[in-house]
């Protein structure tokens, strides 16, 4: 009641000061029995219900029809009552008594745009502006305004695609149902829901357009505090969430668990730099759990913070004005092609209060100036988060505007083209032991084969031996598998722009063990046709390879070169006894003692497979690193 008689008050000062630094037109009456009425009604705020003041404001314009302040602040309190047809007949009526009275042009500029009527409302304000000596405040507004109804015109007369469908009563309920959050395949879902306050995360899981019924998460992942915004990482291996830390809610820091084979641990406060003693909240992680967004108040307004991880979390650092804006900026959500941005704000020009926005990662590492994704979308309401789906196309948009359950529910959509986000595959893989089929515990890194940009750095679960990669389609990339106990893996694969999210890679990895007689191929290791300079993309590699030599000390290997059967068997073995020596020597200088290390070419004498073939000769050019020891 409070907020409604301070916004009914602060709009009647506005009524007396007219906005305007002119000579005020008379708005009073001479009649008493109308004053009378009217101050009573002014007396009256705070005290009575909206319905008993605007008795006693009718009442005083009975006795003065022309009566300009109680017109206005019965404009005022129609407004407040969600009348809008009746309060903006209100103030249409002061004009038809007084054509010259600035501030029923301004407070009808404000009905309009509120309604929805875009162009009646851009012809008030432009008249509104019309006036000399308009108080800088209310000027400010009405242009913001008119920028509105502006680009309100503009959307409505090219609207985007957007049909909604609500999730229906497996997810949504008469309490409030919001803030979705899935996994990279789109087989879970985990949610929010506030039953009379208490916030708790339920989880549905996804076959199709079909969901399961929400179950609450047992704890630790729920607790006796409010919760909400949950944020996966493309694997499911981690969720990042906001969690009020006095009870209260007037703080609120970002949290994390991880899933411990089949049980999530207890909870984490991410503690500094992310957290302050101010307000973080509505995180969001990046497809590989190396880049958090969220939402800090750290600078005073709440805007959105970026904050990376190699080892530690970096200083969380603004994303700028091209995202941030002077008012609030609310629910961020980076897609897993980890370059389009989607989030809610009020400071920017929209159709609403609060406007969902798109931004796109720029090659300068910069984000564009946001976006307003359009009309009906973005309604005469508030749009307050929205994400989408891995495959690009499914939009999840929490709303109370549509006709749903009874309070905030969660609707799937199709994104209109224009805002859709770079195409996506993920490779679904799993990491075993080449012996005995045991899943191993492995550091997973895909790197750009040409711009050496890490995609994914992740581990697989220890109990199944599986991982979740999400990656550009029509990238070629290089793994790099490593497992204590065990000889690293890498390769190069490519993903056509066929691959989806529908159609991921399976890949099945096998690492030998640090042990006698296994047997490395150094895939990525170049030469110039017969040539033995080394190539410095072969650098990578062997970097791995010096890695695990000073990992291991005790270690020895023998560097096998070998040719295939094209060309004379002695300038194959020359040329195989050179290229195994560079890598010799490229490891020697990076410190590795040549105690660990011996070199020997093979020329054609070992193939791995046939030299019928140009695809089998390819494969027989290789270099292999072989366990001559383990001490």
């Known amino acids: 009641m409070m907020k409604r008689v301070a916004k009914i008050f602060c709009a009647l000062l506005f009524v007396w000061s007219c906005g305007t630094a002119q000579i005020l037109p008379e708005s009073s009456t001479q009649n008493k029995k109308a004053l009378k009425k009217f101050n009573e009604a002014i007396a009256a705020m705070g005290i009575k219900s909206p319905e008993e003041i605007l008795k006693l404001v009718n009442e005083a314009i009975q ?10 602040f019965k404009g005022d309190i129609l407004e407040d009552m969600k009348q809008m047809d009746s309060a903006i007949a ?21 009905m309009q745009t509120a309604a929805g009527n875009f162009e009646k409302a851009r012809a008030v304000l432009e008249k509104f502006l019309t006036y000399p000596k308009i108080l800088e405040p209310r ?27 609500n999730l229906g009563p497996n997810i949504n309920t008469s309490y409030k149902d919001y803030f979705p959050s899935f996994t990279v395949d789109g087989k879970q879902m985990i949610f929010d829901r506030n039953v009379n306050g208490n916030e708790e995360f339920y989880i549905s899981q996804v076959d199709g357009k079909t969901f399961t019924p929400g179950k609450i998460l047992p704890p630790p992942m729920n607790s006796n505090e ?31 668990s991880f899933l411990n084979g089949t049980v999530w641990s207890t909870p984490k406060n991410l503690g500094t730099p992310i957290n302050t003693i101010g307000w973080e909240s509505q995180p969001c992680i990046s497809a590989d759990g190396r880049t958090l967004y969220f939402i800090s108040n750290r600078g005073g307004s709440s805007d959105i913070y970026v904050s990376k991880f190699n080892g530690k979390w970096s200083t969380p650092v603004s994303l700028g004005p091209n995202i941030n804006s002077t008012g609030d900026e609310q629910a961020p959500f980076i897609h897993p092609d980890g370059k389009t941005l989607y989030f809610s704000s009020n400071g920017r020009i929209g159709i609403g209060e609060y ?3 798109m931004s ?13 994704m359009g009309y009906p979308l973005n309604s005469l309401k508030d749009e307050r988060s929205m994400i989408v789906a891995a495959n690009g196309i499914d939009g999840y948009i929490t709303t109370d505007n549509l006709k749903g359950f009874g309070d905030w529910d969660i609707y799937k959509f199709t994104v209109d083209p224009a805002y859709r986000p770079q195409q996506v595959t993920y490779v679904k893989g799993t990491i075993v032991d080449d012996k005995t089929n045991k899943p191993v515990d492995a550091l997973i890194e895909v790197l750009d084969l040409s711009t050496k940009e890490s995609y994914y750095i992740s581990h697989s679960n220890a109990l199944s031996g599986q991982f979740f990669a999400c990656l550009p389609t029509g990238s070629n990339c290089m793994f790099k598998v490593q497992g204590e106990g065990y000889l690293f893996y890498t390769q190069n694969y490519s993903f056509p722009n066929s691959n989806s999210v529908q159609k991921p890679e399976q890949l099945s990895i096998r690492l030998q063990k640090l042990e006698k007689g296994s047997i490395l191929t150094l895939n990525n290791v170049f030469f110039e046709i017969d040539k033995f300079d080394l190539k410095p993309e072969s650098f990578t590699e062997l970097d791995l390879v010096v890695e695990l030599l000073k990992r291991n000390p005790k270690l020895k290997v023998e560097l096998g070169g070998h040719t295939d059967s094209i060309g004379s068997k002695l300038l194959n073995k020359i040329l195989s006894t ?12 990076k410190a590795i003692p040549a105690t660990q290390l011996t070199h020997k070419g093979y020329g054609d004498t070992a193939p791995f497979t046939t030299n019928k073939t140009e695809e089998g000769r390819k494969l027989n050019r290789r270099t292999e690193m072989k366990v001559t020891g383990v001490e």
């Open 139 to 165: 000027y400010n507004t009405a242009k913001a305004l008119l920028a509105r109804a502006n680009f309100g015109i503009t959307a409505m007369k090219n609207p985007v695609q957007f049909e909604p469908e």
């Open 578 to 589: 050179n290229r195994a020596k560079a890598v010799y020597d490229y490891l020697v200088s």
């Open 226 to 256: 409010r919760q909400s915004y949950p944020s996966f990482t493309a694997d499911g291996k981690f969720v990042f969430f906001a969690r009020f830390t006095d009870g209260g809610g007037s703080n609120c820091d970002i949290w994390f």
């Open 90 to 110: 209100s103030v249409e009526r002061v004009l038809m008594i007084n054509p010259d009275f600035p501030m029923a042009y301004y407070r009808l500029g404000q």
């Open 355 to 357: 406007d969902i926005y």
């Open 63 to 72: 006795k003065d029809p022309k009566y300009i302040d109680a017109l206005m």
């Open 360 to 372: 796109r990662l720029g090659k300068d590492g910069k984000w564009v100036e946001a976006v307003n």
